[in-house]
């Protein structure tokens, strides 16, 4: 398989393609603040500061103050007992797989996790049972034949990232018994979700439950980088002897600070949030008074299944609008070809006027 056919950004909202400046609704940066003036003066400060990257891993020398700071200011931010910041989010949760090891009984996963989810599964050392998408009386019949089981381990996705659907963690949560942990990969509802964008856990009120969250900076933050939110017991696994944390060279100290920065404009400008609820709304309501299937009203993400006939008309269609057709197949993943879209607090008006009229109707 061979690789997309390379794009060139142009700007938060664009891109060039083949000669042409298109609206862009690809991607998950929800709030296009990997263009943000402020991330990108206090990545070139640190960048001259310190170099392209620390070339240790944080257990040798590769440990910054700017390390330090955003671990201080996530575990502000989310509310979490710890943070410890890794190099990127899928390592995020590959360690914490590994980190996990011999503390569970019984792992359930959703059967459509994300694959580094799945990954991680591998390192757990107790079985590993798959129920059904977002199948919450799947998931209480697997348990009834696991009741031996005293340790138990949830699974999940916050938000599934093809479809953009939340996952019913809510209902999750009741089937599992009170002791259990809810592992939750929030890469994408993290900064986007809940009254204070702490993602999809405070979306769903789980309130006082065993949460441990895995986090990415490249999407709501507009960075790079991962995050792994929880107990004290968690931070303690990965400093005392983790392979991830151990072996892999530390957060360059640039992207260090431009998360730290993105994490105070979503704190401090609140109206990011609110324009990208507004925009979300404006075109998924839009969509689905027209038929077009949008998914989960409440999260900026749909996806438009697109059999081979339809695909070539759908290109043609967004590409006569001025839209950059995000046509995408996973190689790792089972579904087939699909449109992504993904809507931001940046897009104009207009942008999503001609969104909504490319895709309705068709």
């Given amino acids: 398989m061979s690789l997309p056919e390379a794009i060139q950004p142009d700007g938060a909202r664009h891109v060039r393609y083949r000669g042409r400046r298109l609206v862009y609704f690809g991607g998950c940066d929800y709030y296009r603040l ?53 190099g990127d989010g899928y390592l995020a949760n590959i360690a914490l797989g590994q980190a996990a090891k011999g503390r569970f009984d019984a792992a359930f996963i959703d059967e459509r996790a994300h694959v580094s989810l799945r990954d991680a599964a591998q390192f757990i050392g107790c079985p590993i049972v798959r129920y059904r998408h977002c199948d919450a009386d799947d998931l209480a019949k697997r348990l009834s034949r696991r009741r031996a089981a ?88 990965l400093l005392g002897g983790n392979p991830v944390v151990t072996g892999s060279s530390s957060l360059p100290t ?23 609820r507004c925009n979300t709304a404006f075109v998924k309501d839009r969509l689905l008074a027209a038929g077009v299937p949008v998914g989960d009203l409440a999260f900026p993400v749909f996806s438009l299944e697109c059999p081979r006939k339809k695909a070539a008309a759908m290109r043609r269609r967004l590409l006569s609008a001025g839209i950059y057709p995000s046509c ?20 104009t008006r207009g942008q999503l006027e001609g969104l909504v009229a490319a895709l309705s109707g068709f």
């Avoid at 600070?257 to 105070?264: E, G, K, M, P, V």
Wanted: net charge positive; glycine share 12%.
């Fill in 34 to 86: 990997a263009h943000h003036p402020k991330l990108l003066k206090a990545q070139t400060r640190a960048a001259a500061r310190d170099g392209l990257g620390t070339g240790a891993s944080r257990m040798t020398t590769g440990n910054h103050p700017a390390h330090e700071a955003l671990e201080t200011a996530l575990v502000h931010f989310f509310g979490s007992e710890t943070a410890t910041v890794v």
């Fill in 328 to 347: 995408i197949r996973y190689p790792t993943g089972s579904e087939g070809a699909f449109y992504r879209f993904a809507i931001s607090s940046e897009h």
């Fill in 150 to 237: 005293k340790r138990v381990l949830l699974m999940c996705d916050g938000v599934f990232s093809v479809s953009g659907r939340i996952a019913p963690l809510a209902d999750l949560a009741k089937r599992l018994p009170r002791s259990a942990t809810l592992w939750i990969d929030d890469a994408h509802g993290a900064g986007v979700l809940g009254e204070r964008l702490r993602g999809t856990a405070e979306q769903c009120g789980l309130g006082q439950r065993r949460v441990i969250q895995s986090i990415v900076f490249s999407k709501a933050l507009g960075s790079f980088g991962g995050a792994i939110l929880g107990p004290r017991w968690l931070r303690a696994a």
């Fill in 254 to 276: 640039g992207l260090a600070r431009a998360t730290l920065a993105s994490l105070d404009l979503l704190r401090t400008r609140l109206g990011l949030a609110k324009r990208l």
